[in-house]
C-alpha cells in the first residue's frame, strides 16, 4: 500500500486503518456505516440515497441535514480520501483498499475456474 493508504476491514469486524495505523473516534456507527457503504459502493452516491439509507424515518430536508453533519465527522479524519460534491460522495480511488471487495474478487474467479 502506499503512503496515506486508506485499510478498511469489514471480515471480522470493523477495523479502519491509514498508514497501518487504527483510526478511531468516529463519530457514530452510521459514520462507520457511511463509510464502509460508499466503499462498496465503489463509485459516487448520491447525497439523497445515502440519506434515505442512514435516516429513513426523517422527511429528506432532516436527513440531508444529518447527512452534512455527518460528512463534516468524517471529513474531520478522512479528508484526503473522500469526493464530496454537493450531488454524491465517494471515496478517491485508489487510495482505499476494502478487504470484503477482495475477498469478493477472489471468491468469484474461483468459481470461474
Not at 456505516?33 to 448520491?46: D, G, K, M
Not at 474531520?76 to 450531488?87: F, G, N, V
Not at 485508489?94 to 469478493?104: C, R, S, V
Request: glycine share 6%; hydrophobic share 45%; aromatic share 4%.
Amino acid at each position: 500500500m502506499a503512503v496515506n493508504d486508506l485499510e478498511i476491514l469489514t471480515l471480522g469486524g470493523l477495523t479502519v486503518q491509514r498508514n497501518g495505523e487504527t483510526i478511531k473516534g468516529f463519530a457514530s456507527r452510521k459514520a462507520e456505516a457511511l463509510l464502509v457503504y460508499i466503499a462498496c459502493a465503489a463509485r459516487p452516491v448520491p447525497r439523497e440515497t445515502l440519506a434515505d439509507l442512514l435516516w429513513d424515518e426523517r422527511p429528506q430536508s432532516g436527513a440531508l441535514g444529518n447527512l452534512r453533519v455527518l460528512l463534516n465527522s468524517l471529513k474531520q479524519t478522512l479528508s484526503d480520501h473522500l469526493l464530496i460534491t454537493r450531488a454524491s460522495i465517494e471515496l478517491a480511488s485508489p487510495t482505499y483498499h476494502l478487504d470484503a471487495a477482495t475477498f469478493e474478487q477472489r471468491a468469484t474467479s474461483l468459481t470461474a475456474a
